[in-house]
Each structure stands twice: as structure tokens, then as C-alpha cells.
């Protein structure tokens, strides 16, 4: 192949998988709002809900407070932005993704991080209490989720001498006696609490409340309407894709495209839909039968998450 | 068993254990942690049941029964009666806050990792290079005995110790005699059992679990 078809190539790819995360990721909403319905004895919206209410959102006017900076404007703009690049140079439908050298696990966490951080920026810029309160709250713990998603990252490096996610999932593929080490069981359970405290999901987050005083994610998104609403909704609902996607491909790493082709492409596209569906509905069912934590009992859940990464970081150095 | 499932197995049983130890510090409901001790003795016995299948050794698969049944159903199910029977069954105010604790889990992890590299370095077997978790086991169990104010919390504490030491002998010397696991498991038991005792009394003179009470002696 040439070159200007392997670029061609790679571009393909990052649109498929970048398609599949935001439509995908809003139908995984839907899909999480059904189950819950049907687990409370109520029929729910249907499952591509999620997809008319951005659409809606998309055609309405755009409104900013008056006191508002340009802080405001741009948080859901990359919010989403960063979600792309995620979602472009992240191993989920292949394991030889375009920019994969580039995707290191620490960087891809930390360009998702940076999406939040600027809607909580965005958020804090009105100057109004509730938008305050939400950012402080999660920012708090986003911080404290931090050393614990670190470490986590590090336990799973260092079987595999690299933090590069696509070896990672390569490693997986081929060796499939290392995802059962215990090291990478202990860090991916200590993952999985982080995504829940990252996308504000139970028993962290409430994400379906109407109490102001104890939002953490929504009190951040009261004063955002119209347009910049749906791009949050979409920037939401892929940084939910995109880390539930990094996780079941860790965990579970059959299917994914591990040779260029568009058959196996399509297959690792459909593989990913069909595992991070049931990682959603998982979490949908767990959260049926959870109540929300108290705030100050958050830092003992993510302690927790910290020491199941500690935890797995020195079994991988001493099982080496 | 062949090779590389023998050693998978091994990590993740051991990692088990010490996962459980873990989870004591960590869940404030005594019936979780409960809970948490019988996965654990259920993970121990796996253990020995593992060292004697790869060892062709009966007696070691006898003793993974008896660790099995002991560790795993009758020790949680006399410790679960115990808790039932306090409605109050939460350890609300542990001396170091569940946060710290968990910290200071991680710590003594560390700790126990390096404490054990000597004995390690003298057996070069996969079971040899998992000493460290029973060690860890062992300080976790330490440190609740400490710093947990419940007698339901402090038994545990005192089974985790038990724990720790048993995975430690199953992984550095292959299994001890029968004579001494069944002895060692008798004595647990029976200091389950009397403790059990001494907590019924305790409910039933005082009405709280609490040993932060018990400062003065009374006629």
C-alpha cells in the first residue's frame, strides 16, 4: 500500500471508531435508562432517546448568561474535543489504531481529564453557587480518584513493560493468562470504581437526581442550555463509552480487530458495542440496587479503589 | 496441573486472601466482613488444595478439606450468629478512620513486601515468591486488632493473623503435618468458639460489643 492509502487507511478507522463511540455512547444512555426502568417496573424511554434529545438540543438557540466569559463556551467544546481524540487513537475496534505509538495510557487519561476539568471551569465561570458547589465537589474527587487511577495504570504497565494501551490489549489477546494475574484483576476492579466516581454513576453520583444540594456532575450543567447542553450530553456519554470501552478491552480483549482489514474491523466495531452494552446494562443493574453514598463517606469507596491499586501495583513488582 | 495455570491460580487464590484482608478494614457492616473472612478461608483452602494437586499429596488434600470447612463455613457461620444478634452490628467509630486504615493496609503491603525479601530469595518456587500476601495478610490482621473498638472486629482481626500465618506455612514449606494444621485449626476454632462465648456474655451484661467500654472492673 502507499502511503497516501495507509493514511486513508488510518482515517477510515478513527472515523468508524469515533462514530461508534458518540452514537453508540449516546444509545448506551438509552440503553442504561431502559434497564433501569424495566428493573423498577416502569417502561421507559425508548433507547434512542438520548440520540432525539441532542439532536433537539442541537436546533435550539444558544444562550449564555450575561456574566458569563468565553471559559463558559469553551468547556463543553473540549469536553467533546478531547473525547474525539480519545476515541480516534484508542485500541477499541483495533489493536493497531492510527497514532496508536502515541495512545499511552497515561495520556489518553490525561486528555480525558482535561475535558473535565474545563466543564468544571466552564461551570465555576457564572459565578453562580450551584455551578461553585459542583466543581469543587468534583474536582475533589476527581483528585482524589487520581493517585488511585495512577497507580492502577502502573500495576497494569508493569507485566507488560509499557503503558501503551494498544500492546496492552495485544498482550491481552496473545496472552491470555495474564488478565487473570492477579495484579491486573486488582487494578482493573480499582479501575472500575474510578469510572464510576469519573462519570458520576452511583453510589458516587446520582446521575438521574433533581436535588440540587447533592449533585456533584448535574449542578454543574444547570446553567448550560440549548447546543452547548447537547455537546455536554455528547462529551458525557462518549468519556462513559470511552473508559467502559478501555475497560472491557483490558478485561475482555476477544474480538477486537488484531489485523488491519475492513471485515475485522466491522467485527471489533460489533464485539465493542456487544461488550461495553453489557458492561453498561452491569452497571445499569448494579445501580438499581445501590443507594447513593454519603459525600464524606465518597473518599472511603475511592481509598478503597487506591489500595486495590497499591495492592495490584506490588503483586505485579514481586510476582514479576 | 500444568505449568502456567498452576502459577495463575496460585497468584490469584493468595491475591484473594489478601483482597479479603483488605475488605475487613474497608466495609463498616460486620456481616460483609464476616463475609469477606469466609471467601478468605474458602481461598485458603484452595491454596493447600492446589499445592496438593500439583504435589500428589493426599494428606495436603485432606487438610485443604478440613481448612476448607472450618475457615470457611464454621468459624463465619458462628461469627454471623454473633452479629445477627446485635442489631448495632457496624463498626460506626474505629480508632483510625476507614480511609487512614486503608492507607495504612497499603503501607503495611509495602512493608510486608519488604520484610520478606530474605525469605523469598531462599525459595525459588512460584509458591515461594507469594510469601509476601500471607505476610501482608498477617500485618492487615495485626493493625484491626488494633484499631477496630468491635470484639466481633478484633476476632477477626485475630483470624486474619491465623490466616496469614497458614498461607505462609502452606507456601514456604509445601504443607505442615496434618497433626499440626489439624491442631492449629482446632485451637482457632476454640478461641472462636470461647470468644463467641465471652461476646454473648458481653451482649448480654452490657448491651453494646464495644471493648472501649470495658475500662474498669465491676463487681
Keep these: 500500500m502507499t502511503g497516501f492509502q495507509n493514511v486513508v487507511a488510518a482515517g477510515l478507522v478513527a472515523g468508524a471508531q469515533i462514530v461508534t463511540v458518540s452514537v453508540g455512547g449516546l444509545l448506551l444512555v438509552g440503553v442504561m435508562r431502559k434497564v433501569r426502568s424495566h428493573l423498577e417496573g416502569r417502561v421507559g424511554p425508548p433507547i434512542h432517546q438520548p440520540l432525539l434529545d441532542v439532536r433537539k438540543l442541537f436546533t435550539k438557540q444558544r444562550m449564555h448568561p450575561e456574566q458569563a466569559s468565553w471559559v463558559f463556551g469553551a468547556g463543553p467544546v473540549v469536553l467533546v474535543a478531547t473525547a474525539v481524540v480519545v476515541a480516534a487513537i484508542s485500541p477499541l475496534a483495533t489493536t493497531r489504531p492510527p497514532l496508536g505509538r502515541s495512545a499511552d495510557f497515561f495520556a489518553i487519561v490525561f486528555v480525558l481529564l482535561l475535558g473535565s476539568v474545563s466543564l468544571a471551569l466552564g461551570a465555576l465561570d457564572t459565578g453562580t453557587p450551584f455551578g461553585g458547589m459542583g466543581s469543587s465537589r468534583a474536582m475533589t474527587i476527581g483528585a482524589l480518584a487520581e493517585p488511585a487511577l495512577l497507580v492502577a495504570i502502573l500495576a497494569m504497565s508493569i507485566p507488560a513493560h509499557t503503558s501503551n494501551l494498544p500492546v496492552l490489549v495485544r498482550m491481552g489477546l496473545a496472552h491470555p493468562e495474564m488478565i487473570a494475574s492477579p495484579a491486573r484483576i486488582l487494578a482493573l476492579g480499582s479501575f472500575v470504581v474510578i469510572i464510576l466516581a469519573e462519570s458520576g454513576r452511583l453510589p458516587i453520583d446520582n446521575p438521574s437526581t433533581h436535588l440540587e444540594l447533592t449533585m456533584i456532575h448535574e449542578a454543574m450543567l444547570l446553567e448550560y442550555a440549548g447546543p452547548d447542553l447537547g455537546l455536554v450530553t455528547l462529551g458525557e456519554s462518549m468519556r462513559l463509552t470511552l473508559l467502559l470501552g478501555l475497560l472491557v478491552n483490558l478485561l475482555v480483549p476477544w474480538g477486537v480487530a488484531d489485523r488491519p482489514g475492513a471485515v475485522s474491523i466491522v467485527i471489533g466495531l460489533g464485539a465493542l458495542a456487544g461488550k461495553v452494552a453489557l458492561a453498561g446494562i452491569a452497571i445499569a443493574t448494579f445501580e438499581v440496587f445501590t443507594a447513593k453514598l454519603r459525600l464524606f463517606r465518597v473518599p472511603e469507596l475511592l481509598a478503597g479503589g487506591f489500595v486495590l491499586a497499591v495492592l495490584g501495583a506490588v503483586t505485579a513488582l514481586v510476582v514479576r | ?219
Excluded at chain 2, 475488605?23 to 488444595?49: C, E, H, M, N
Excluded at chain 2, 506455612?169 to 497433626?179: C, M, R, S
Design chain 2, 1 to 219: 496441573m500444568n505449568g502456567p495455570a498452576y502459577a495463575s491460580t496460585l497468584e490469584l487464590m493468595s491475591g484473594v486472601i489478601l483482597v479479603c484482608a483488605v475488605v475487613t478494614l474497608w466495609r463498616r457492616s460486620l456481616s460483609a466482613v464476616v463475609k469477606a473472612l469466609a471467601i478468605q478461608g474458602f481461598a485458603l483452602g484452595a491454596v493447600a488444595l492446589i499445592l496438593g494437586i500439583r504435589q500428589h499429596d493426599a494428606v495436603l488434600i485432606v487438610v485443604a478439606c478440613l481448612v476448607m470447612a472450618s475457615k470457611g463455613v464454621v468459624i463465619p457461620t458462628l461469627l454471623g450468629r454473633v452479629v445477627a444478634s446485635d442489631p448495632s452490628s457496624r463498626e460506626a467509630t474505629p480508632i483510625v478512620n476507614v480511609p487512614a486504615s486503608l492507607v495504612g493496609a497499603a503501607a503495611l503491603t509495602f512493608l510486608a513486601y519488604g520484610a520478606t525479601q530474605p525469605v523469598v530469595a531462599l525459595i525459588p518456587t512460584t509458591a515461594g515468591r507469594l510469601v509476601p500476601l500471607g505476610f501482608a495478610t498477617l500485618l492487615i490482621g495485626f493493625f484491626s486488632m488494633v484499631v477496630r473498638r468491635k470484639a466481633i472486629s478484633q476476632i477477626v482481626g485475630l483470624l486474619l493473623v491465623d490466616n496469614g500465618i497458614a498461607l505462609v506455612a502452606f507456601l514456604a514449606t509445601a504443607g505442615v503435618p496434618l497433626l499440626v494444621e489439624l491442631g492449629a485449626s482446632l485451637d482457632v476454632l476454640l478461641a472462636v468458639v470461647v470468644l463467641r462465648v465471652l461476646a454473648a456474655q458481653m451482649w448480654s451484661k452490657f448491651g453494646v460489643l464495644d471493648l472501649d467500654q470495658l475500662r474498669e472492673l465491676r463487681d
